[in-house]
């Protein structure tokens, strides 16, 4: 706990002043206090009234008042609150090695169905961006819970050339920023190789990326060089590893592809969607690093069902953030139930008539 304002504790050095214009009083009282004829009597009255009666309405008078004094000097306390607003980036490879068939039908669908359920079952109402990236990244849907415009963002993504994980961190990063001013948007042009350390696990902004692969980047910036920004802006990146090192299985994706191959990430592969020749090897050094740099973690999966459960793992609805709040209306409340209460004893044990 912090204060904006200490220097009103200054009048805490008022709390002995009180206590001794508390004493000179008493002793004033009983200088002119009424003399009693039979000392006995005297005895009997002062068992009467004993000492905890006598001084606890003025002791809970003072710490009313010390109450009030901390709440003047403005406490301050940084509290862990669980975040629902905060922002989960799906970032989707969609490049021709998706079409594999190892995992059947293909990669690429098994992977729209793990999103798909994933944005179902935010019953959180957790805000979900969608990223496809190719040769370049994407924002196909921006941050929402509108659960209908997330499942046709995912549906209709089509497969195109190359790989650019670098790409794809560097786009969601901006539309993380969009959503929160304390994130920067990234900086495409940035190639420093100076490194800073992962945050502290108070540090973490409570927005988190969640990038699938299949393959190796070979476009675009460098994927280190992309995942330092994300640890600048305190941004946690969980990096997904999927497919089978099955290089030889055939590509499909004609189901999945309405526009003939390619789509909106690049140029078409003919109207059959087969193909074949493409590197499928997963770079599982470079996909671990990212995770380890920015604090998050490496999934590997080699089946639907291992995607669908590494979906089901990830921390998006333990994700909370500090906050820095104001509790001085606590001290205050706390000073006038203290209040009410020694005034309510004063009148009941010395009651003015």
């Known amino acids: 706990m912090s204060l904006l304002w200490p220097g009103f504790l200054y009048l805490f050095l008022l709390i002995p002043l009180i206590i001794a214009v508390y004493i000179l009083l008493l002793r004033r009282r009983r200088r002119f206090a009424v003399r009693y004829s039979s000392l006995s009597l005297m005895r009997e009255a002062a068992k009467q009234q004993s000492w905890l009666r006598r001084h606890l309405p003025f002791?809970?008078?003072?710490?009313?008042?010390?109450?009030?004094?901390?709440?003047?000097?403005?406490?301050?306390?940084?509290?862990?609150?669980?975040?629902?607003?905060?922002?989960?980036?799906?970032?989707?490879?969609?490049?021709?090695?998706?079409?594999?068939?190892?995992?059947?039908?293909?990669?690429?669908?098994?992977?729209?169905?793990?999103?798909?359920?994933?944005?179902?079952?935010?019953?959180?109402?957790?805000?979900?961006?969608?990223?496809?990236?190719?040769?370049?990244?994407?924002?196909?849907?921006?941050?929402?819970?509108?659960?209908?415009?997330?499942?046709?963002?995912?549906?209709?993504?089509?497969?195109?050339?190359?790989?650019?994980?670098?790409?794809?961190?560097?786009?969601?990063?901006?539309?993380?920023?969009?959503?929160?001013?304390?994130?920067?948007?990234?900086?495409?042009?940035?190639?420093?190789?100076?490194?800073?350390?992962?945050?502290?696990?108070?540090?973490?902004?409570?927005?988190?990326?969640?990038?699938?692969t299949d393959g190796a980047s070979n476009a675009g910036p460098l994927p280190l060089t992309a995942a330092q920004q994300a640890v600048d802006r305190h941004v946690r990146v969980y990096t997904i590893g999927f497919g089978t090192t099955n290089n030889s299985s055939a590509m499909n994706c004609s189901d999945d592809d309405p526009f003939g191959g390619g789509g909106g990430f690049g140029q078409s592969f003919g109207g059959n969607g087969f193909g074949g020749g493409f590197r499928r090897d997963i770079d599982e050094d470079t996909l671990t690093q990212i995770a380890n740099m920015t604090g998050g973690k490496y999934y590997s999966a080699t089946s639907a069902n291992e995607l669908q459960e590494v979906f089901q793992n990830l921390p998006t609805y333990v994700i909370a953030t500090r906050q820095t709040t104001e509790i001085s209306v606590f001290f205050t409340a706390f000073a006038v139930l203290l209040a009410i209460l020694a005034m309510t004893l004063g009148f009941l044990w010395h009651p003015l008539s």
Do not use: W
């Open 59 to 212: 002791i809970l008078f003072l710490f009313a008042l010390s109450g009030l004094v901390l709440a003047l000097s403005r406490p301050v306390a940084t509290v862990l609150i669980p975040s629902n607003k905060a922002t989960v980036i799906l970032a989707i490879d969609v490049s021709r090695s998706m079409c594999s068939t190892d995992i059947p039908p293909n990669r690429l669908q098994v992977a729209k169905d793990a999103a798909l359920t994933f944005v179902r079952n935010n019953s959180s109402g957790r805000q979900v961006g969608v990223v496809a990236f190719a040769g370049f990244a994407e924002l196909i849907q921006p941050p929402t819970a509108d659960v209908r415009l997330l499942e046709d963002a995912i549906t209709y993504m089509t497969a195109a050339r190359r790989t650019a994980i670098g790409s794809a961190i560097l786009r969601s990063l901006d539309a993380i920023a969009e959503v929160d001013n304390r994130v920067a948007p990234s900086e495409l042009g940035s190639s420093s190789d100076q490194s800073t350390p992962a945050p502290s696990e108070d540090d973490f902004v409570p927005h988190i990326i969640v990038l699938l």
